[in-house]
């Protein structure tokens, strides 16, 4: 009988945001569409009303609940299953890492997806060691990921 591992976690960071980013996110939006409007660039125009109003959309979402499951096939995340197969390399990061640092501990996956094909999950810190395991049982490479640097530009800027 494989081991079965199943956790859950927001789906991402919920941020606290005050009225005031709201508005520069609106000031510069319409800034921006102005001035595309002046140069007869209407479709941009458009284009930047639509993503600022949609950033600002999901800037007041909630995060769902997601479910993961490491099981004999592979990672499920949602109803989604990457096979053992398909994932070239993991990496679990624990709490406090090498250069002491308090980070929370995740999940990262290098899959064989065009786009994104590195991910984090956010894990909970008692399912390191076991996930840690079941990944090398099942021959998956480790290999040292960290998270990408435009990750944590868009979490200075407050998304």
């Known amino acids: 009988m494989e081991e079965k591992i199943t956790w859950s976690a927001l789906e991402y960071e919920e941020k606290e945001r005050h009225p005031d980013w709201f508005w520069a996110l609106g000031v510069v939006v319409l800034a921006s569409a102005l001035t595309a409007f002046i140069f007869a660039n209407y479709f941009f125009a458009l284009f930047l009303i639509i993503g600022g109003a949609l950033l600002g959309f999901f800037a007041i979402k909630k995060p769902d609940m997601v479910f993961y499951e490491l099981n004999e096939k592979g990672l499920k995340i949602r109803s989604h299953i990457y096979p053992y197969e398909n994932i070239r390399a993991f990496w679990v990061q624990k709490a406090l890492s090498d250069d002491g640092k308090i980070m929370p501990p ?7 997806r065009l786009l994104v094909p590195i991910f984090s999950v956010p894990i909970e ?14 021959d ?20």
């Open 106 to 112: 995740a999940l990262f996956i290098k899959s064989q």
């Open 125 to 138: 810190e008692d399912s390191v060691v076991k996930i840690h395991n079941l990944m090398l049982s099942h």
């Open 140 to 159: 998956v490479p480790e290999e040292e990921m960290r998270e990408h640097p435009s990750e944590k530009i868009m979490e200075a800027l407050g998304f």
